[in-house]
């Protein structure tokens, strides 16, 4: 048989094209049935209406036009220039925390020299990657410089920028002083985690609240018998709500020195409790003398007793004995 030959069909493997099936150049995605299913669906509208990033941010999945419309809001809502609500944020919060810490501990008192340290970004905008415009930066510092000189007169507090290299969208608020040499810092605000503009407002307003106004100096004195006691521990409380006011140690004289605000009358009842070592734990009802010492007598503690009172016990606000010399 000299007939024309036919080739055989080739075997089909499980990942080649069937024969029957027509070619196409689109993507899996493009060829998925578009039957009501979407593979890539958009964040809800409640969530994209949340998202208020700086102005040098760009905000995904939301329109010009949608973000035009939710700027009188946050303008109405903001103090100067407006970005953050004027609620305390969680951040805000813990800062001014550490800061009631430090007023409590005594290192932070009321003459101190405080210094507003603030890092803003300096790079020039707008530019091929980054939007908005470098004198935003330099009004919310102008500004922020300007209410800490008109409200926060009663400190001695000066604004200054920050000594560090700027971080690219920064605006960074630091609180920082001195206290017997050592340097303390606070973050009051941060751009760079928050993603919002500052509300100087609020930041003055919070700081006013927490810092530890110029109030009447008040001298202890912790004697053992006639013997001053050194490194003696006392805590004044509010005889209200046992709130902590200040602490202080004693020196080698036996001396204490504490800030506290008092009436016009110069006298203040407060609860003080005083601890050393040595020396059972006394608590006691006092009321504070601006104008002189106040003398706390301590009682030995007695011999095979090691800390089995505890500070503050009805036993032990007996045995103190209160003078004002």
Request: include cysteine; aromatic fraction near 8%.
């Amino acid at each position: 048989y000299t007939g024309p030959t036919t080739r055989p069909p080739r075997p089909q493997s499980a990942t080649s094209r069937p024969q029957s099936a027509p070619r196409t150049t689109k993507s899996g995605l493009e060829s998925f049935p578009s039957s009501g299913f979407n593979p890539m669906p958009s964040a809800p509208s409640a969530e994209r209406k949340n998202m208020d990033l700086g102005s040098d941010m760009i905000t995904p999945g939301v329109t010009d036009n949608a973000q035009s419309a939710q700027a009188p809001t946050r303008v109405e809502q903001s103090g100067i220039g407006g970005g953050v609500q004027p609620e305390l944020s969680a951040a805000s919060r813990t800062a001014y925390d550490k800061l009631r810490s430090c007023i409590a501990l005594g290192v932070l008192p009321a003459k101190a020299r405080l210094c507003l340290e603030v890092e803003y970004c300096t790079v020039k905008r707008p530019s091929v990657t980054l939007r908005g415009s470098s004198k935003k930066y330099v009004q919310y510092y102008t500004d922020l410089k300007k209410a800490v000189g008109q409200y926060l007169m009663e400190w001695d507090i000066e604004t200054v920028v920050a000594t560090n290299k700027p971080r690219i969208g920064a605006f960074e608020v630091t609180l920082s002083w001195l206290h017997n040499g050592y340097p303390y810092k606070v973050l009051l605000f941060s751009k760079l985690t928050s993603r919002l503009w500052p509300n100087v407002n609020s930041l003055i307003d919070g700081l006013a609240g927490v810092l530890p106004r110029f109030c009447d100096e008040i001298k202890f004195r912790v004697l053992g018998g006639e013997e001053p006691v050194s490194d003696a521990h006392i805590v004044v409380q509010d005889p209200d709500t046992d709130q902590v006011l200040r602490s202080a140690y004693t020196d080698p004289d036996g001396y204490a020195h504490v800030f506290l605000p008092l009436p016009e009358s110069a006298k203040s009842m407060c609860n003080v409790r005083v601890n050393a070592q040595g020396f059972g734990p006394e608590e006691a009802l006092m009321t504070l003398l601006a104008s002189e010492a106040n003398t706390i007598r301590l009682s030995p503690r007695p011999m095979g007793e090691f800390g089995s009172e505890e500070l503050g016990s009805p036993d032990a606000s007996k045995a103190l004995d209160v003078e004002d010399v």
